[in-house]
């Protein structure tokens, strides 16, 4: 599994990234085909001109690279130090230890038969488990939906059919709830985070060697979807946002950069948490 994962830093070290992705943190510039006034006058423009607004700090460059490239160069880097915590059990990941949980993922999901285009959903609350499973699904060019797993019966059920996923990953209160579901919508394989009757864990996932681990998966990180990402459902039924790795890369590079420029002294301290649930 390391030298798997040694070959694959290898390789995204030597990559030349050309053009360089363009994160413009610095300037934007609004336009718009008709007129447009801002209420208190601060900015205004018609279809002949454009307004720029400007950032205090400068451009920056983002690689263009597919979401888990991106991030086991980095665990890479970090080696023994902490990563993950669970807050309940207190298991601890190091990063090199996620990058192997994320390599043997990707190796066990491709010997599975799971190709680049499938769609594997997650019906969880937050765990450690799920940074290694939506970094292996994205590793094989495979898309990971993510349903909320306090949505209703009904809701879960449409966004399953709706996303077409072969692969389901669930909690162990759902477990019921998924199998039932899984029989009427084509789905391949259940896992279940934990120990439940009838359901393979996500544990086998984490055992496996790594050797079907594939370092020639093209990824098209502009145009391929990473991630299927439900809205609210505030106006209607949760409709799925696709996003795709160069979505998430940006992103994450926003975040890491903004917190090199912003001091805790001046603005505090900036948190990115994820949605914290509940089973039902």
């Not at 597919?66 to 990063?95: N, Q, W």
């Not at 879960?156 to 998924?178: D, E, F, T, W, Y």
Request: aromatic share 6%.
């Amino acid at each position: 599994m390391r030298a798997a994962l040694a070959r694959t830093i290898r390789c995204i070290c030597h990559q030349t990234v050309n053009p360089p992705g363009r994160l413009c943190l610095r300037g934007s510039v609004l336009q718009n085909s008709g007129k447009f006034s801002h209420h208190v006058g601060v900015c205004s423009f018609s279809s002949s001109s454009s307004t720029i607004l400007r950032s205090p700090f400068p451009d920056e460059d983002i690689a263009e690279a597919p979401l888990a490239e991106h991030m086991l160069h980095r665990f890479f880097s970090l080696g023994d130090l902490d990563a993950l915590v669970d807050y309940d059990t207190k298991e601890i990941y190091t990063f090199s230890e996620l990058s192997d949980a994320v390599v043997a993922v990707a190796s066990s999901l491709t010997r599975r038969g799971y190709v680049k285009g499938d769609v594997i959903a997650v019906v969880t609350p937050n765990n450690v488990h799920i940074t290694s499973l939506v970094l292996g699904v994205s590793a094989i060019g495979a898309t990971v939906a993510m349903i909320d797993p306090t949505s209703t019966p009904e809701e879960i059920s449409r966004q399953l059919h709706g996303c077409g996923a072969k692969c389901v990953v669930c909690s162990q209160p759902l477990v019921s709830l998924v199998k039932h579901m899984s029989q009427t919508h084509g789905i391949k394989d259940l896992f279940v985070l934990g120990v439940a009757d009838g359901m393979t864990s996500f544990s086998t996932l984490l055992e496996d060697d790594g050797r079907m681990f594939r370092e020639d998966v093209v990824i098209d990180p502009d145009n391929d979807v990473m991630g299927l990402f439900y809205t609210g459902g505030t106006t209607g039924p949760p409709e799925a946002v696709m996003l795709t790795h160069s979505n998430i890369v940006s992103a994450l590079h926003q975040i890491s950069t903004l917190k090199m420029h912003v001091t805790s002294e001046r603005y505090g301290v900036i948190w990115c948490p994820l949605p914290d649930v509940a089973p039902p």
